[in-house]
């Protein structure tokens, strides 16, 4: 087990970030700020238009651990633990979900939550429900 | 102009996920662990991501257009169904397996560890896999009719 510290203010801070990305997102062009879409529309662009901001958006996204490690000194944690293999097929797994289920946290947690959409309230719901059912049967019953 | 500014959108994301800890699977996992190593950290990202999009986007949403589009582009289905439901199931045990999202890893990209290169390869694997099943699926209800 790997035990992690309680970070209420950092925590509150980068979601409220989240949520200022969000907000500047629907302010510029309209568009809710879901990771799966942003990736599901780069590996399978309807247009080179519907690429190029989904790539912006990307470019700035994985600029953001460089932005934190100038200011703090430390690149953001990444704990890892798991085995490889529990890592890929988890990516498999929440690859399949996510596209049947049309998002994930960003999306549906965030975005359609914030516009008290119904179907991102069950997504949101039933994703998290699943979620703590998966880590206790994985930590707690099969006791990996 | 549209693209600088989508560009540092996605700054202020990245930087909002990586001081969060949702690009920390040890942190994710934990918070679902409530009976064992539980961290409540990510109660707070929610938190505040939540209230801070409400705000903003009732402010938004009091403007005609977006800045530099013509109109909004929400999601309107309104259809809660078995693909909704089942994918976002899917999408639980997944993230409970791996202790990475989608908005999690691709910030996290930027950090160059290797296991989000494999988290975030696996992930457009199983995006692919399942459009090629919906894709079948689609032609033969195609076929159906």
């Not at chain 2, 209230?51 to 938004?60: A, D, E, Q």
């Not at chain 2, 439901?85 to 930027?110: M, R, T």
Request: net charge positive.
């Amino acid at each position: 087990m790997f035990e992690t510290a309680f970070t209420p203010w950092a925590s509150l801070a980068g979601g409220v970030l989240i949520g200022v990305s969000a907000t500047l997102l629907m302010l510029f062009v309209g568009r809710v700020m879901g990771a799966t879409g942003v990736l599901a529309g780069l590996v399978q662009p309807s247009s080179g238009q519907d690429f190029a901001w989904r790539a912006a958006l990307l470019a700035g996204m994985v600029t953001g651990p460089a932005i934190v490690w100038l200011v703090s000194g430390e690149m953001p944690a990444v704990n890892v633990p798991i085995s490889t293999i529990a890592l890929v097929v988890g990516g498999l797994i929440v690859g399949v979900g996510v596209t049947f289920g049309s998002g994930c946290t960003s999306g549906h947690g965030v975005c359609g939550m914030a516009r008290l959409s119904p179907r991102s309230i069950v997504a949101t719901l039933t994703f998290m429900a699943f979620t703590f059912v998966t880590v206790f049967m994985i930590r707690h019953v099969l006791g990996a | 102009m549209k693209l600088i500014a989508i560009y540092l959108i996605g700054v202020v994301f990245g930087v909002g996920i990586s001081i969060s800890g949702m690009a920390n699977p040890a942190k994710v996992l934990n918070f679902f662990d409530i009976v064992g190593t539980w961290d409540p950290s990510l109660i707070f990202v929610m938190g505040g991501a939540l209230v801070t999009t409400f705000v903003g986007y009732k402010l938004v949403f009091g403007r005609e257009a977006p800045v530099f589009e013509d109109g909004f582009s929400v999601p309107t289905s309104r259809t809660i169904d078995t693909k909704l439901v089942g994918g976002s199931a899917v999408f639980g045990i997944g993230w409970g397996i791996a202790g990475f999202c989608p908005g999690g890893a691709l910030p996290a990209l930027g950090t160059g560890r290797w296991e989000v290169f494999a988290f975030v390869a696996a992930l457009i694997c199983g995006i692919f896999l399942a459009k090629f099943v919906q894709s079948i699926a689609a032609g033969r209800s195609a076929d159906a009719t």
